[in-house]
């Protein structure tokens, strides 16, 4: 059996140890920022002057900038023409040089969707592809070594089908499925957020199983699918004091809740909270009467590591490190993946 994957998102004020570095395989640095004149920012990154240390404590790591738009449109606009995708490419490849980085990740949220509030295009689904073989040539490119460039992508159905997956999988290795917000700002129903599987009675029905298997049939090969896992919570609030708040409607979405370490300090059994497990959907919730909070924890993660080992997927990331300075959930992936 190959090595799993354990990956971890790491923004500024990160708070990587030794010991968190020698766990983990990657380090998916959050973030630098793609302009309009498609130029890439990544001045503001602690990790470059942390780069040394990091693969002092582990050689083997591999450290990859993530990239996100600073413009709403910048993606869009720089996936469009050849002119522009030629300039993304060859910017890559020069953060590879410069930095010393391991590779880029292209956080795009999301091709042809224009709800987060871009200005996407129905032409999005081909240009990404375009945009995509840009990038892998200017990577291959720069010195015979191999670099890598992976995706993180939305882990549903509209994800699916604004983008071409076989075609992009030419130029990948491997896609990060932000398996979690599958309950959101998005959803008026107090639900799982990163759910291994649905619960029955849920009328939003998605889940970490369900999203890995519709890429799996897009054409995504399974080795190369990494699922998410989530370091912090969802919240909803004014929920109706029935069948412990879960699958409750409520009038507005979910919001971002406390992350794991707060959580673990002050409201697992604490303050009024409950904790709840599903074991449909092997997943926890918290629940005041009133306040709904979905989470992971040691214990639906021990499932999602057991579930990626059985049925062969490459391993697992989440978002994001500084939610857990505990450690509990780091230990506990670590530990179930490398069984």
Request: aromatic share 12%.
């Amino acid at each position: 059996m190959s090595k799993k994957i354990l990956l971890a998102y790491a923004g500024n004020n990160a708070g990587l140890t030794k010991e968190d570095c020698q766990k983990l395989t990657h380090i998916n640095v959050a973030f630098g920022g793609l302009n309009i004149d498609y130029s890439i920012n990544v001045e503001n990154l602690e990790m470059l002057q942390l780069m040394d240390k990091v693969r002092e404590w582990n050689p083997d790591i591999k450290i990859v900038v993530s990239i996100v738009p600073s413009h709403p449109d910048a993606f869009t606009l720089g996936c469009a023409s050849e002119q522009a995708r030629e300039i993304i490419g060859a910017n890559c490849a020069e953060l590879i040089t410069k930095y010393h980085f391991d590779g880029v990740d292209l956080d795009w949220e999301y091709p042809c969707v224009p709800s987060n509030g871009a200005n996407t295009s129905p032409d999005d689904k081909h240009n990404f592809t375009l945009l995509a073989e840009s990038i892998r040539r200017h990577l291959d490119a720069i010195d015979g070594n191999h670099y890598l460039f992976t995706i993180a992508a939305g882990a549903d159905l509209y994800y699916v089908e604004s983008v071409e997956l076989p075609e992009l999988m030419k130029y990948l290795d491997y896609i990060c499925l932000m398996t979690y917000d599958l309950k959101c700002g998005f959803h008026a129903l107090a639900g799982h957020h990163t759910q291994l599987y649905s619960s029955t009675g849920d009328v939003f029905r998605n889940s970490c199983d369900q999203a890995l298997r519709l890429f799996h049939a897009a054409g995504v090969p399974k080795e190369r699918l990494l699922m998410g896992a989530a370091f912090y919570s969802r919240k909803w609030d004014n929920i109706q004091d029935r069948n412990h708040g879960l699958l409750q409607i409520c009038k507005n979405g979910g919001g971002y809740g406390p992350r794991y370490d707060t959580l673990a300090a002050e409201y697992i059994n604490k303050n009024g909270y409950v904790r709840y497990w599903d074991d449909e959907a092997k997943a926890p919730w918290l629940f005041n009467g009133s306040t709904f909070l979905s989470y992971d924890d040691p214990e639906s993660l021990t499932a999602k590591a057991e579930y990626v080992i059985r049925e062969g997927y490459g391993g697992i990331f989440y978002w994001e490190h500084v939610c857990d300075s505990t450690k509990t959930l780091l230990n506990t992936l670590y530990t179930e993946l490398n069984k």
